[in-house]
């Protein structure tokens, strides 16, 4: 088979060379396997999850995953897995398993104290019998502290009577628990023509200093891999990061190749997403760096179990009209009070600029930069300064489980995130600080368009951004963007061919147009037949106008909306809604407001009918007399799922 070279980061990071992937359905394989029987040169959708955890994180083993990276692609497969708590005998609470498999997953444990793992509860290790490896084992949240603070600190350092000097213990015993991720992803993968699944060696990057969060999932092509993951103990920066992942995979290691998701920026308090027009020293730096970034970080993660990284309302600095759906699965709060000591002592917006602390604790500032939506505002503002978009940004989902319930989105059946949330009880308690319990959720699904179900097709999906996030339900959102497509479009059999031929998908720019044209926006979706039908779909508008300033909207394009005779309603005992509902939708859209001397971007949200949420949901379920008293609580009783698509990109033709 033909094996795939290095690729320079700055040549990945080209527009053109993202646009002409788009057209291309051709798949070069580096590594052996059989040819998918379902390729598609129109793309098929697949759906995973590329945010998991094990009894190899840190924060998953010591209070009660006994499962391995095994155990979670064989439950992404569709098999069983056991959930804690184990009785004194071993024996679980009971038994998990998907309805319906993923089609592809990667478990991603916390890299940085693979080692330590290793150690601590290895019996013959040297160290099995020190105190700090004892509470490690034992201690449930309170073993894990000490660690937790390594990865607080901006320049974290090992501990000595664990690893030794200089760490050296823990890198070799970390190598031996990489080595078993990486076999059993590949033991995982089906290289067969039937491609029923495809898994992915990856690890987690797990950076909190300040309690901002700046983690990343970094995810391999294939199983050509450095020796050890890059954690944040040895690389405290995600520029570092890149520059480590360029060297030591892309130029290092024959066939590698590699790229990093950020996650949970809506917990970062403005650190993970700057401006980078303001924090760098010079439009050189900031480009180069800009420039880095994009080709590392192609999508971001935009729902999982801590909450929404869509959009927040209410920005001083951004104008567009209030967005309910933003307060779907939305942790974050202003006005909420600071108990730490630490910080402004009520939640508010972040100052231009700022960076808050102990965003990860939720009482950190809010900055615009935080959210899906108003980033890619802030890149393409960047962009006018030093020339680059610093935010080229697409968008997956996933659930980041601490179980190894890989894809386990649905609401009637959760079980929880965590260990100790697997009771009812536990899973309805409000937690002030973390994300857990009530005020988490299943966490989302990542969806892709690609030829076919394996490594390449998928890798090379998320590299040019053809890709999007749901809230856990299968819906399938489609966007196409040209300058031709009229109303007979939504009519045709051949649709998504007829996109590609007239036109760029999602994750895109739009190619020049007629002048005095404005795009054309065709969109699309199918509901998850195992869920609710879909209410409508949205398209999401961003630019930047001629005072510079940051502007939304949302719009209203196809299926019932409020004001056009929406009627329905949901029974809160049986989560039966009546009213109306589509199996599928679609519509070209044609921008009224547009100006082609501005640069805007656009994305495609599609939204089912109102269910019942987890809580609420699993509170139904009993007979009212069983419910326990913490089912009167204060979160929502229904929510709406949603998929979101990547953005399709306009820029001014040069001299407007």
Same mark, same amino acid.
């Given at each position: 088979?033909?094996?795939?070279?290095?690729?320079?980061?700055?040549?990945?990071?080209?527009?053109?060379?993202?646009?002409?992937?788009?057209?291309?359905?051709?798949?070069?394989?580096?590594?052996?396997?059989?040819?998918?029987?379902?390729? !598609?040169?129109?793309?098929?959708?697949?759906?995973?999850?590329?945010?998991?955890?094990?009894?190899?994180?840190?924060?998953?083993?010591?209070?009660?995953?006994?499962?391995?990276?095994?155990?979670?692609?064989?439950?992404?497969?569709?098999?069983?897995?056991?959930?804690?708590?184990?009785?004194?005998?071993? !024996?679980?609470?009971?038994?998990?398993?998907?309805?319906?498999?993923?089609?592809?997953?990667?478990?991603?444990?916390?890299?940085?104290?693979?080692?330590?793992?290793?150690?601590?509860?290895?019996?013959?290790?040297?160290?099995?019998?020190?105190?700090?490896?004892?509470?490690?084992?034992?201690?449930?949240?309170?073993?894990?502290?000490?660690?937790?603070?390594?990865?607080?600190?901006?320049?974290?350092?090992?501990?000595?009577?664990?690893?030794?000097?200089?760490?050296?213990?823990?890198?070799?015993?970390?190598?031996?628990?990489?080595?078993?991720?990486?076999?059993?992803?590949?033991?995982?993968?089906?290289?067969?023509?039937?491609?029923?699944?495809?898994?992915?060696?990856?690890?987690?990057?797990?950076?909190?200093?300040?309690?901002? %969060?700046?983690?990343? !999932?970094?995810?391999?092509? %294939?199983?050509?891999?450095?020796?050890?993951?890059?954690?944040?103990?040895?690389?405290?920066?995600?520029?570092?990061?890149?520059?480590?992942?360029?060297?030591?995979?892309?130029?290092?290691?024959?066939?590698?190749?590699?790229?990093?998701?950020?996650?949970?920026?809506?917990?970062?308090?403005?650190?993970?997403?700057?401006?980078?027009?303001?924090?760098?020293?010079?439009?050189?730096?900031?480009?180069?760096?800009?420039?880095?970034?994009?080709?590392?970080?192609?999508?971001?993660?935009?729902?999982?179990?801590?909450?929404?990284?869509?959009?927040?309302?209410?920005?001083?600095?951004?104008?567009?009209?209030?967005?309910?759906?933003?307060?779907?699965?939305?942790?974050?709060?202003?006005?909420?009070?600071?108990?730490?000591?630490?910080?402004?002592?009520?939640?508010?917006?972040?100052?231009?600029?700022?960076?808050?602390?102990?965003?990860?604790?939720?009482?950190?500032?809010?900055?615009?930069?935080?959210?899906?939506?108003?980033?890619?505002?802030?890149?393409?503002?960047?962009?006018?300064?030093?020339?680059?978009?610093?935010?080229?940004?697409?968008?997956?989902?996933?659930?980041?489980?601490?179980?190894?319930?890989?894809?386990?989105?649905?609401?009637?059946?959760?079980?929880?995130?965590?260990?100790?949330?697997?009771?009812?009880?536990?899973?309805?308690?409000?937690?002030?600080?973390?994300?857990?319990?009530?005020?988490?959720?299943?966490?989302?699904?990542?969806?892709?368009?690609?030829?076919? !179900?394996?490594?390449?097709?998928?890798?090379?999906?998320?590299?040019?951004?053809?890709?999007?996030?749901?809230?856990?339900?299968?819906?399938?959102?489609?966007?196409?963007?040209?300058?031709?497509?009229?109303?007979?479009?939504?009519?045709?059999?051949?649709?998504?061919?007829?996109?590609?031929?007239?036109?760029?998908?999602?994750?895109?720019?739009?190619?020049?147009?007629?002048?005095?044209?404005?795009?054309?926006?065709?969109?699309?979706?199918?509901?998850?037949?195992?869920?609710?039908?879909?209410?409508?779909?949205?398209?999401?508008?961003?630019?930047?106008?001629?005072?510079?300033?940051?502007?939304?909207?949302?719009?209203?394009?196809?299926?019932?909306?409020?004001?056009?005779?929406?009627?329905?309603?949901?029974?809160?005992?049986?989560?039966?809604?009546?009213?109306?509902?589509?199996?599928?939708?679609?519509?070209?859209?044609?921008?009224?407001?547009?100006?082609?001397?501005?640069?805007?971007?656009?994305?495609?949200?599609?939204?089912?009918?109102?269910?019942?949420?987890?809580?609420?949901?699993?509170?139904?379920?009993?007979?009212?007399?069983?419910?326990?008293?913490?089912?009167?609580?204060?979160?929502?009783?229904?929510?709406?799922?949603?998929?979101?698509?990547?953005?399709?990109?306009?820029?001014?033709?040069?001299?407007?």
């Amino acid at each position: 088979m033909a094996s795939c070279a290095a690729q320079n980061p700055a040549d990945l990071a080209s527009d053109r060379t993202v646009a002409a992937a788009a057209s291309d359905w051709r798949i070069t394989y580096s590594e052996p396997r059989a040819p998918c029987t379902d390729r !598609n040169r129109t793309r098929n959708a697949y759906f995973g999850d590329l945010h998991i955890h094990t009894a190899f994180s840190y924060d998953a083993r010591p209070i009660g995953t006994e499962t391995t990276p095994e155990d979670a692609y064989r439950f992404a497969r569709g098999g069983p897995i056991p959930i804690p708590p184990y009785d004194d005998q071993g !024996n679980p609470a009971g038994f998990q398993r998907l309805s319906v498999p993923l089609d592809f997953a990667a478990v991603t444990d916390h890299s940085e104290f693979f080692g330590d793992m290793k150690l601590c509860f290895d019996p013959v290790s040297p160290v099995y019998d020190e105190p700090v490896c004892h509470l490690f084992r034992v201690g449930e949240a309170t073993g894990m502290r000490p660690f937790a603070r390594i990865v607080n600190m901006p320049e974290p350092s090992r501990m000595v009577e664990i690893c030794g000097k200089e760490g050296k213990g823990c890198n070799a015993a970390g190598r031996e628990l990489w080595r078993q991720t990486v076999e059993m992803a590949d033991a995982a993968y089906d290289r067969t023509s039937a491609c029923t699944f495809t898994s992915f060696v990856a690890y987690e990057y797990t950076g909190t200093p300040n309690a901002n %969060n700046l983690h990343r !999932n970094v995810i391999f092509r %294939n199983s050509q891999v450095p020796v050890q993951p890059i954690s944040y103990i040895e690389t405290p920066s995600d520029q570092g990061l890149w520059q480590q992942l360029s060297e030591r995979c892309l130029k290092e290691t024959d066939g590698c190749d590699v790229l990093a998701i950020p996650h949970n920026s809506n917990l970062s308090a403005g650190a993970m997403f700057p401006s980078y027009v303001g924090n760098f020293e010079s439009v050189e730096t900031a480009r180069d760096k800009a420039r880095l970034r994009n080709a590392m970080e192609p999508v971001m993660e935009v729902f999982q179990h801590k909450g929404n990284s869509e959009c927040f309302n209410g920005f001083p600095d951004i104008l567009g009209a209030p967005d309910e759906l933003c307060e779907t699965e939305q942790v974050l709060k202003l006005g909420r009070e600071n108990p730490t000591g630490r910080g402004a002592p009520v939640v508010d917006f972040c100052e231009d600029q700022e960076i808050g602390q102990r965003g990860f604790m939720r009482v950190g500032c809010i900055s615009k930069n935080d959210f899906y939506r108003s980033v890619l505002l802030t890149g393409m503002q960047d962009e006018a300064v030093i020339g680059i978009n610093s935010y080229k940004l697409g968008v997956i989902a996933s659930t980041d489980t601490h179980m190894s319930l890989s894809g386990d989105t649905a609401e009637a059946s959760w079980s929880g995130h965590l260990a100790p949330e697997v009771a009812l009880t536990d899973r309805l308690t409000q937690v002030d600080f973390f994300v857990r319990s009530l005020d988490a959720n299943p966490g989302g699904l990542a969806g892709v368009w690609a030829v076919e !179900n394996s490594r390449d097709a998928i890798f090379d999906a998320l590299r040019r951004r053809e890709v999007f996030g749901t809230t856990g339900s299968r819906i399938r959102p489609r966007l196409f963007g040209g300058w031709d497509f009229d109303e007979g479009s939504c009519e045709r059999a051949d649709r998504s061919a007829l996109g590609y031929e007239s036109g760029v998908p999602m994750g895109t720019d739009l190619p020049p147009g007629p002048k005095g044209a404005a795009p054309r926006l065709l969109v699309y979706g199918f509901r998850d037949p195992n869920s609710a039908p879909l209410q409508k779909l949205q398209v999401i508008k961003g630019w930047v106008d001629r005072e510079q300033r940051s502007r939304y909207a949302v719009i209203d394009v196809a299926g019932v909306f409020a004001g056009e005779g929406q009627s329905g309603e949901i029974d809160l005992e049986t989560g039966e809604w009546r009213g109306p509902g589509s199996e599928s939708l679609c519509t070209v859209f044609v921008d009224p407001d547009f100006d082609p001397a501005l640069p805007a971007y656009y994305y495609l949200r599609a939204v089912e009918v109102p269910t019942l949420r987890w809580s609420w949901r699993a509170c139904v379920a009993l007979p009212e007399s069983e419910r326990p008293d913490e089912c009167r609580n204060s979160a929502p009783k229904t929510l709406q799922e949603m998929a979101w698509t990547s953005p399709i990109w306009y820029l001014p033709p040069t001299g407007d």
